[in-house]
């Protein structure tokens, strides 16, 4: 099973508590009202998953950090919700802690102008005044942040303090401020009523970090440890219910920002689908054009794409530019293709990731693999090395030339030449640390140009592998224990029994499940997960209790009826959206009985399993129950959907 990297949506600090008794009422403050990184809280709300917690909230809003703030001083509220840099007030003397936070790249937030501004690129705003929300706010840290990374220093962008939304739109009407910082899909809104326009997200000069952050106040953590615990786990409960009720949390979502639910489903995609699991892309490929000894870096801050730019990972160029190897060469990228290919397939699949790309040229094994190993880090980190195979052989010797080396590269050797493959010397490198760490390397797919592209006479070889630690599990194997984690999940909160996750390795990599319950051959619940976000055991086991307890067709499950539930688990592949040119065209394509499907229009979702053929299985009647399941109008175009399909292996007790 191939694992990308665990996304941390909520960091909890350890509240070591029961749970909360029935109906406490808890005062919530949000920084501000606008932002829709904020909106669980009123999602909660709305569904009644922090009823079901035992929570009444109060919910209230504050018109920047440093006055929520205050409002925790004041004892006005019980529980802030505010920005990572936030975190400094503790230190002057507000009475409260950081108990949890939302960790990761800030995808939601973005710099705003006019939208007839002069100003069109982020250099544009050399010099400029952009709005922000309070002074040492998040909004203020991002302004002095890209002012820092484009070289400008701290006086490159000067920061005005200005409040929320209405008076940050009178500003910039009447020139007072030349820009504004702050949440994304508002720039989304004012962008399409022609009032703004979003120059540029914060991603690119920002690293991973902390960028929200949940403030509870001393007293109420020292008398109230439990609602405060309850709260935390309905905000997960919540983000779970959003990833996997999309058109519901835009519905939600679109009202309580005062955006339109296109802008809001805009916003929902960049954010609750942001993959973001891989934060490191460590890339390795051989140089073509420009002769180097060692690996040669770029001085460049990011590389440019079709599909955007690519931060370079400062931190991880300087955590290896003591090796002597390691050379620094602008020239060995300027021309070189076989790192530059690969980063719009990396873009597509991951999302925002800070990129350490080197251009080997002449290095041993050793000092290949001590770079590697040096930046190897954990599911944080990717590391890829391009190469092709053979070169210009006819397409028959080109078949037995790559099948003799991947014979040679299954059993990790590094000797490999550069007739056999032109990145030998940096995959002699990775291949000499994967057999250290005792890694297992899987064939995924070879073929070469004659199979592609072009004639047969003169061909290129090309070919995919992957490498995965503590070795692959059998499809048996793998369901029985997603199957028992599924099962021991519900009854430990049901019958109060022990939980005990099994220690294998895999457990930990990202997966996307669903969890479906039966009772007496009736769906009895079915919660799960579109994109992978979470630990592959941790989603199975949260996806278990959510089918048994939060889904929102079914009263919560009894101790009574469980003997008489079933369990299946499904593990999902990545979605691929299908491209089609009409009804027709689409039903060609989709696969009854094989294919799940995504259905998305307008900012509605709706999706079903392929086990839903076994009861729909004419197309046409599954994707009009598809587009009813989205909360779609039933003569809604299927031309103006966009429709992913993906697949499943299920697993049934």
């Known amino acids: 099973m191939q694992g990308f990297l665990r996304a941390i949506s909520i960091i909890l600090i350890a509240l070591c508590m029961a749970p909360a008794s029935a109906a406490e ?7 501000v009202a606008f932002a829709w990184t904020f909106t669980p809280l009123d999602v909660g709300i709305q569904t009644g998953i922090f009823a079901k917690h035992g929570l009444e909230i109060e919910a209230s809003a504050f018109n920047g950090d440093a006055r929520m703030q205050q409002g925790l001083t004041s004892d006005s509220i019980d529980v802030g919700i505010g920005s990572g840099p936030g975190m400094a007030f503790m230190v002057k003397g507000v009475p409260a802690k950081a108990v949890g936070a939302m960790a990761g790249v800030p995808r939601n937030m973005a710099v705003m102008v006019g939208y007839d501004s ?7 705003l050399r010099g400029k005044k952009l709005g922000v929300t309070t002074v040492g706010s ?13 070289g400008w220093g701290p006086a490159g962008i000067t920061t005005v303090p200005i409040g929320g939304m209405p008076p940050a739109r009178a500003a910039i009407k009447t020139g007072q401020i030349d820009g504004y910082i702050g949440a994304l899909e508002v720039g989304y809104h004012l962008e399409e009523a022609k009032e703004w326009r979003v120059i540029t997200g914060a991603a690119p000069f920002v690293d991973h970090f902390i960028t ?3 403030f509870v106040r001393e007293d109420v953590i020292a008398k109230r440890p439990q609602a405060v615990r309850a709260f935390l786990q309905g905000w997960q409960d919540t983000i779970a219910f959003m990833k996997a009720n999309k058109a519901k949390a835009v519905e939600i979502t679109s009202k309580v920002v005062n955006i339109s639910p296109a802008t809001a489903a805009r916003a929902y995609d960049e954010l609750v689908a942001a993959r973001g699991s891989v934060r490191r892309v460590v890339l390795l490929g051989p140089t073509h054009r420009v002769a180097v000894k060692g690996l040669a870096v770029p001085s460049a801050a990011a590389f440019a794409t079709p599909l955007g730019t690519v931060r370079i990972d400062a931190e991880a160029l300087r955590e290896v530019s003591d090796l002597p190897q390691v050379v620094a060469s602008d020239a060995a990228h300027a021309l070189e293709h076989s790192l530059e290919v690969q980063l719009p397939f990396l873009q597509k699949v991951l999302g925002e990731f800070a990129l350490a790309p080197f251009a080997v040229g002449a290095a041993s094994v050793q000092e290949v693999a001590e770079v590697i190993e040096r930046l190897w880090g954990g ?8 190469t092709d195979m053979s070169h210009y052989h006819s397409y028959e010797q080109a078949r037995a030339i790559d099948g003799a080396t991947i014979d040679r590269i299954a059993a990790f050797a590094t000797d490999i030449d550069h007739e056999e493959a032109c990145g030998a010397t940096p995959l002699n490198g990775l291949l000499f640390s994967s057999k250290k760490k005792d ?8 073929c070469n140009s004659g199979d592609t592209a072009g004639g047969k006479g003169r061909v290129v070889g090309y070919s995919s592998f992957g490498l995965y630690q503590g070795g692959e599990v059998s499809l048996d194997d793998a369901g029985r224990t997603l199957l028992s984690i599924a099962r021991a999940s519900i009854e430990s ?3 109060g029994k022990s939980k005990d996750t099994p220690s294998v390795s895999w457990l930990g990599q990202t997966g996307a499940t669903f969890v479906t319950l039966t009772r007496n051959r009736e769906l009895r619940g079915c919660i799960g997960s579109l994109e992978p976000a979470r630990a592959l055991g941790e989603d199975v086991a949260h996806n278990a209790l959510g089918a048994a307890f939060r889904d929102p067709r079914f009263p919560a499950m009894t101790a009574a009826e469980w003997p008489q539930c079933r369990v299946e688990v499904s593990l999902l592949s990545a979605p691929k959206p299908l491209r089609f040119a009409d009804e027709a065209d689409l039903l060609e394509q989709i696969e009854a009985g094989e294919d799940g499907l995504i259905l998305e229009a307008d900012g509605k979702r709706g999706t079903f399993l392929p086990q839903v053929w076994e009861d729909l299985g004419d197309k046409r009647v599954f994707l009009a129950h598809l587009l009813t399941k989205a909360g779609l109008p039933a003569d809604t175009r299927l031309t103006r959907c966009k ?3 993906y697949r499943v292996f299920k697993w049934q007790e």
């Open 379 to 386: 599911p944080e980190t990717l590391i890829v090395v391009s």
């Open 25 to 31: 009422k808890l005062r919530v403050g949000k920084a």
């Open 212 to 214: 929200h952050v949940f």
């Open 643 to 645: 429709v992913s399909r």
């Open 493 to 495: 909160h049901l019958l």
């Open 138 to 150: 998040l909004t203020d840290w991002i302004g002095k942040r890209i002012g820092t990374q484009k």
């Open 118 to 124: 002069a100003i069109k690129t982020v250099d544009d």
């Open 439 to 446: 890694l297992s390397l899987k064939l995924l797919s070879a």
